[in-house]
């Protein structure tokens, strides 16, 4: 397993995201979808990395760095392409963006998921992430839960 950083657009990709956006998209009303597109996740302010195993992309995930009156990291589009899920990539994936913010001195972490997500809850919970208020652009959403953590426990 080898984890990268996405620096063009690529068609396996957005192959994850459009698996993303179809599952996001049967679970939620539209407006309370927040998904980048792959142009938005290249972005400067953003880091978006791949876990491939041998040549083949089986997970994604992205971090935007944030400055408003407190510097943080929003966690976005952590996806595993379903065949490859319960094989801890997703902590990987985490792991990873929370390495990038904590070499970046931003310690951090914030994420928007969605109530019909209980797995992903769960593994926000088990890696320390607590419920907070909404953040940056977003408005509360009975379909969001908004989480954060500080990246220095």
Known sequence: MQIRKITEEREDVQHLLNESDLYMQALYPDESNHMESVSALLADHIDLIGVFQEDSLVGIGA???LSTDEKYGEIKRVFVAEEQRGKGLSKVIMSHLHQLLIQEGILSAKLETGISQPEAIGLYQSLGYQECGP???YQADPY??????NLTE
């Open 135 to 137: 953040f940056g652009g």
């Open 63 to 65: 971090v935007k760095r």
């Open 144 to 149: 969001s839960v908004f989480m954060e953590k």
